[in-house]
């Protein structure tokens, strides 16, 4: 999937038609990759989405904005400075490379007019956005690139912008379908068709390619060849068209599961009735929704990153201790025979020489009175080296107890900072994070930051309406959970967790009526899917009333205990009402 410089030329007409004129009110950097660009036009506020990311380059019209931070980055304060106010003036693409340039007319601090460009450059893992002055100089860059970079093309402050190297590709835009045709047919009769069209145009994604040999062969795969030529040249001149005059359809093709696979500019057959395919109004739209979903968890990894990295730290930490701690145990369990040993050595002092290295006595602890052999320290007496195993018993008695108690401890401190890491992989808001740091400042793994900052509002537990009516809760995280549980419920409302497994604390709400099995049911979808199991099927979550819940005194968040219960077996779900 990737988004080619002819698909790029119908969001620059996209943006063209409806925001040539507008003015920026407002500039943002929700995360190192993107910007975005909110914009008074004549048909109202838009907001146009840069993004640089590896995986996801893109220029688009965005209906649902990521998240900000809390302070602007660099970069961010700059464009604010340099383009803030300032008016779309032109939108450029050079044919169909996969380079769009917005120019804006923008007022300097001299109150003189200028033209500012940003340059997006939509090239996989080298995208970037740069942005560059009326005589070509680069202001700055998203992605700095230097000499231990490439050797080839620089991207810094206070140089001359070039535009990376150009490949050696024809411009469906510039040649004739007939130029085309004649350098496919030049590459190795061995080739697949989709693949020399591939190295011949200019801006065509592999989907394209497949598609345009699919219509070639008229639904057969097929090598390139004069025997095809003609409606090789057909088929080219159809997508000059249609490229010409824009005359495309945003498309999407959807696997069986309901997951996107590709996204082009015109219609796909290729797959028959393997795949979907939808339509959208905008290509902005299209865009919009195949990476809603991704980007987001990308987003998301990326903020949480310190985050998860600590709690990784922290759980092999704990791991590597409790592990050291089993082996001290088990060497513990043999402190009767230091005991024996010592009687054994008071018993028989008068026969033990000082300066002896061992000593052998009757075992009186055994019924057949066998011989056995004790290590002694010659540099002390007999008496001291009875006292001796007498006290590396006790410390052994108690070292028992203590490691006993500590890896108890230790395991209930890493089940909780695993329910954290779960919470910390399911969040989809910086306001979610945030809540999880504080709950993990509360339970001093995070220091507490200095000067006075500005508490985030709690976000409320999630919610969702059973089918036959009944309101169901779902926690984001262990403070939230016990919130919800000991204190929102009511202690006729049913509480569900998965079973043995991290997730959400999650509770149907009685309102005065008996709750039915199939509200049970689909919360259970719901606590299985807001758990560690929600790529799984068949999940076991356990189910009691409210009343039969409770939290052990000195507890961690989200630690609670219940009986009564009964156990079913779901496959997760996300949204109840699909």
């Not at 025997?227 to 359809?249: P, S, T």
């Not at 969040?427 to 900052?453: C, D, H, M, N, W």
């Not at 939230?480 to 419920?489: F, I, P, S």
Request: charged share 30%; aromatic share 8%; proline share 3%.
């Amino acid at each position: 999937m990737a988004l080619d410089g002819i698909f790029l030329r119908y969001i620059k007409h996209e943006i063209e038609t409806e925001a040539l004129g507008a003015r920026v009110s407002q500039i943002y950097q929700p995360n190192r990759d993107e910007l975005v660009f909110a914009m008074r036009t004549f048909n109202g506020n838009k907001k146009l989405l840069l993004s640089a990311r590896a995986n996801s380059p893109r220029v688009h019209f965005c209906g649902n904005t990521p998240e900000n931070p809390a302070s602007p980055p660099m970069f961010c304060m700059l464009l604010r400075k340099r383009i803030g106010g300032g008016k779309l003036v032109a939108v450029r693409q050079q044919e169909c490379d996969r380079v769009l340039f917005l120019d804006f007319e923008c007022v300097n601090e001299l109150g003189d007019t200028v033209l500012i460009t940003v340059v997006c450059e939509i090239m996989g893992m080298y995208s970037n956005i740069i942005i560059v002055d009326s005589n070509g100089v680069i202001i700055d860059s998203l992605k700095r690139v230097d000499l231990t970079m490439s050797s080839r093309r620089l991207v810094l402050p206070n140089i001359k912008y070039e535009l990376p190297e150009a490949q050696d590709k024809l411009s469906i835009l510039k040649h004739s379908a007939k130029e085309i045709a004649e350098k496919t047919v030049d590459f190795d009769g061995e080739m697949m068709l989709n693949k020399a069209l591939l190295r011949a145009i200019q801006g065509v994604s592999p989907l394209v390619c497949r598609e345009l040999e699919y219509r070639v062969g008229e639904g057969t795969t097929t090598r390139m060849d004069k025997q095809h030529y003609d409606r090789l040249v057909e088929v080219l001149n159809n997508l000059y068209v249609n490229v010409n005059k824009y005359a495309g359809k945003p498309c999407m093709v959807i696997r069986d599961d309901g997951k996107p696979i590709d996204f082009t500019f015109t219609d796909i057959e290729q797959y028959g009735n393997f795949a979907q395919i939808k339509h959208f109004d905008t290509y902005s739209q299209l865009l919009d929704s195949f990476y809603e979903t991704r980007d987001s968890r990308e987003r998301m990894r990326v903020k949480s990153q310190d985050l998860t990295k600590m709690l990784v730290n922290l759980s092999e930490r704990i791991s590597r201790k409790l592990a050291k701690q089993k082996i001290e145990l088990k060497e513990c369990a043999n402190r009767e025979q230091l005991r024996i040993n010592g009687d054994l050595l008071q018993a028989n002092l008068y026969r033990i020489e000082r300066g002896a290295s061992f000593a052998e006595v009757e075992n009186f602890y055994d019924e057949n009175m066998s011989l056995i052999r004790i290590k002694l320290n010659p540099a002390i007496s007999p008496a001291a080296n009875a006292q001796k195993y007498y006290k590396d018993y006790q410390k052994a008695k108690n070292a028992e107890h203590i490691l006993t108690e500590q890896i108890e401890k230790g395991r209930s401190e890493l089940e909780y900072i695993d329910s954290v890491l779960d919470t910390v992989s399911r969040a989809e808001s910086e306001r979610e994070l945030a809540q999880i740091r504080e709950e993990l400042t509360e339970q001093g793994y995070l220091r507490k930051q200095k000067g006075r900052q500005r508490p985030q509002a709690a976000l409320p537990p999630l919610e969702f309406t059973s089918s036959d009516g009944f309101k169901i809760l779902v926690g984001r995280n262990n403070t939230q959970n016990d919130k919800l549980t000991l204190k929102t419920a009511n202690k006729n409302d049913m509480w569900l967790h998965t079973k043995d497994i991290h997730g959400s604390h999650t509770v149907v709400f009685a309102e005065g009526r008996e709750i039915s099995d199939t509200a049970i049911l689909e919360a259970a979808q719901l606590a299985a899917y807001y758990s560690k199991a929600r790529e799984s099927s068949q999940v076991p979550v356990d189910y009691t009333l409210v009343r039969y819940v409770s939290k052990p005194s000195g507890a961690r968040p989200g630690m609670v205990i219940y009986v009564n219960n009964k156990t079913v077996y779901v496959t997760p779900k996300a949204n109840i009402s699909e």
